[in-house]
């Protein structure tokens, strides 16, 4: 197989005389697309396993290997401190009446 592309009209290089497109074209597409993967290439293919079914465990072994459970309430302690486990209350506005719209306000607009 050459590195040069060869024309469709160009003669073939087998020396038939004959256009490219009506001697070799098709027999070299078909060796093209045999070598891709996603040519119609027949395979066989070997599974390798240790060949067994899991074998059953005892419960002692099953749960020493379970994770340990977590602590939430010692997760946030650690992390947020004192924080939690405050007795201040949320900032809260001196006069709730900014947030409260009133039903004319809304018709305007």
Do not use: W
């Amino acid at each position: 197989m050459t590195t040069e592309k060869i024309g469709r009209n160009d003669p073939c290089l087998c020396g038939s005389g004959k256009k490219y497109k009506n001697c070799c074209m098709q027999k070299e597409q078909q060796k093209r697309t045999s070598m891709t993967p996603t040519g119609k290439r027949k395979f066989t293919a070997k599974v390798l396993s240790g060949g067994g079914i899991a074998k059953a465990q005892p419960v002692e072994q099953m749960q020493e290997k379970q994770k340990p459970a977590v602590d939430y309430t010692s997760l946030m302690e650690r992390s947020f401190g004192s924080a939690i486990h405050t007795d201040e209350k949320p900032p809260v506005p001196a006069s709730s009446e900014q947030y409260i719209v009133k039903e004319n306000e809304n018709s305007e607009k």
